[in-house]
T-cell receptor, first 115, second 114 residues
Framework: AQSVTQLDSHVSVSEGTPVLLRCNYS??????LFWYVQHPNKGLQLLLK??????LVKGINGFEAEFKKSETSFHLTKPSAHMSDAAEYFC?????????????FGRGTQLTVWP | DAGVIQSPRHEVTEMGQEVTLRCKPI?????LFWYRQTMMRGLELLIY????????DSGMPEDRFSAKMPNASFSTLKIQPSEPRDSAVYFC????????????FGEGSWLTVV
């Protein structure tokens, strides 16, 4: 069975400081992992994704995530937060080996960035 | 290149009325998904289609909800009759294939049932 756990429902950082949003997953097959961002009153936008290539994945807006199979983690990081990063972030898993392709969403982490 | 297009963006309706939400997926995509987002339950997959055929509708809450995909470029999600607890944001999303490919979301339809 597949599931995603986002360990923090809220994260607050000061502008210019690092961001860490944590995600752990469980998957019966080879997972594909995604991070999506949702700004207020907007749809979900893909930040980055891991399929089967490099374990360190770079995304848009300076975000990156590292796939660690031994820890079943896919944490999202950014070296320096910007005010525009304030949004809700979703970690998502799907099984590459599954014919169904269903996505499993975490509950989301609300990121607040203080000036 | 146009993304996933949803309409209406906002709808306020009275309890008991029929609501129809519409979605145009990205051209060439063959998988289409309907999600519902609420504060209480987060993002829930309602149904998804592959090549216009419903594959998994286990997330459809009850018989009041129905979804169709008459062709590759159009889908509807209908609620009849609507109830206040249906108030949510409904997202349509599409992807090319289903094997871990990126899913692209529309901007959502904000539904309020009073």
């Amino acid at each position: 069975a597949q599931s995603v756990t986002q360990l923090d429902s809220h994260v607050s950082v000061s502008e210019g400081t690092p961001v860490l949003l944590r995600c752990n997953y469980s998957s019966s097959y080879s997972p594909s992992l995604f991070w999506y961002v949702q700004h207020p009153n907007k749809g979900l936008q893909l930040l980055l994704k891991y399929t089967s290539a490099a374990t360190l994945v770079k995304g848009i807006n300076g975000f990156e995530a590292e796939f660690k199979k031994s820890e079943t983690s896919f944490h999202l990081t950014k070296p320096s937060a910007h005010m525009s990063d304030a949004a809700e972030y979703f970690c998502v898993v799907t099984d590459r080996g599954s014919t169904l392709g269903r996505l499993y969403f975490g509950r989301g982490t609300q990121l607040t960035v203080w000036p | 290149d146009a993304g996933v297009i949803q309409s209406p963006r906002h709808e306020v309706t009275e309890m008991g009325q029929e609501v129809t939400l519409r979605c145009k997926p990205i051209s060439g995509h063959n998988s289409l998904f309907w999600y519902r987002q609420t504060m209480m339950r987060g993002l829930e997959l309602l149904i998804y289609f592959n090549n216009n055929v419903p594959i998994d509708d286990s997330g459809m809450p009850e018989d009041r909800f129905s979804a169709k995909m008459p062709n590759a470029s159009f889908s509807t999600l209908k609620i009849q009759p609507s109830e206040p607890r249906d108030s949510a944001v409904y997202f349509c999303a599409s992807s090319l294939g289903t094997h871990g490919n990126t899913i692209y979301f529309g901007e959502g339809s904000w539904l309020t049932v009073v």
